[in-house]
């Protein structure tokens, strides 16, 4: 027979401040920055919204198709079954300035979802991939709170978040499926170093603005825009990946999970001392 616990609720509260520094100290640790070996470019400039590469992502990806999304001009956004879309942009100091964006995850060379996931299902492979491992994702969310483009999405059939992988599985031996079926080369895809170098190239051209460059500490998927995001009406990431912040959310995670723990721990004990006073009472009496 197993010795019975004993253990009072003041002997269990002076052991949880040592716990909650522990959880605490834990969350500090902070992302490492990794620039990816390989890197994704678009070219807003020569795209023509044909949206093919949504059509190729959903066929190699195995996700829901949605033909509507696919053959109409209006607006769409993320979801956990759409890794990638294809907005119309506009320059709000020159109407006639229009041009499609093939919008994805920016994969990031410091992935803020990535720093605050708090099973570690997000990792930045070298390849350049921020990829989500769905076999360890618990659907917490924090990491869609921490993107500062709001790109990872829960899939509420699968119950896991879920986004562009960078078509992991194929690359560097074939083209990501989106890039492949792009019938303009406004995708394009290799050596990070190289991609860079075009992609600088070809802003300097047109006479616009690289996305990704800085943007959120730097990104390995880089977009050639007409003109600044400001101007476009973008969604604009801080340059710098800001750790203060990230930790806060993965104090207030570890917090969530630490308060859920010690919750439990408290009935588990509380029980234990009531027990024992109903014990207590019952030698009394005999
Ligand atoms: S864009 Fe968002 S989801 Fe993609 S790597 Fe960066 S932080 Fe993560
Ligand atoms: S890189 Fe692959 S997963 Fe990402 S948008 Fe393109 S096809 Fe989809
Ligand atoms: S396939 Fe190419 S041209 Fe067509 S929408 Fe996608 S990026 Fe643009």
Known sequence: ??????????????????TSIGLSLGSSVSAKASPGKYGKLHDT??????????????????????????LTDRETDLTGKTWVVVNLTRDKKNREDRHYQHWACQHCIKPA?????????????????????ENKCIGCRYCYQA??????RFDFEKRVTRKCTMCHD????????????CPVEALDFGLKQEILTKARKRTEEVGGYLL???????????????????DLGLVVAPKKVVNRNLDKIRITS??????????????????????????EEEEKKE
């Not at 979802?113 to 491992?133: F, N, R, S, T, Y």
């Not at 083209?175 to 492949?180: E, N, S």
């Not at 460059?213 to 007409?226: P, Q």
């Open 254 to 279: 570890y917090g969530f999970m630490g308060a859920s723990l010690l919750t439990g721990l408290m009935y588990m004990y509380s029980r234990t001392e009531e027990e024992q006073k109903e014990e």
């Open 45 to 70: 400039t020569k795209c023509i919204g044909c949206k093919r590469c949504i059509s190729a992502c959903k066929r190699w990806n195995k996700l829901k198709i949605d033909r509507d999304e696919e």
């Open 147 to 152: 993107c500062p483009y709001k790109v990872p």
């Open 170 to 181: 194929r690359i560097p031996r074939v083209k990501p499926a989106c890039v492949a079926a």
């Open 1 to 18: 027979m197993g010795r019975r616990n004993t253990t009072t609720r003041r002997q269990f509260l002076k052991f949880f401040p040592t």
């Open 212 to 230: 990704g460059e800085h943007e959120a500490g730097g990104t390995d998927f880089l977009t050639v825009l007409s003109t600044t995001p400001e």
């Open 113 to 133: 979802c990535a720093g605050v996931c708090p099973v570690k299902a997000i990792k930045k492979l070298p390849e350049g991939p921020v990829v989500v491992d």
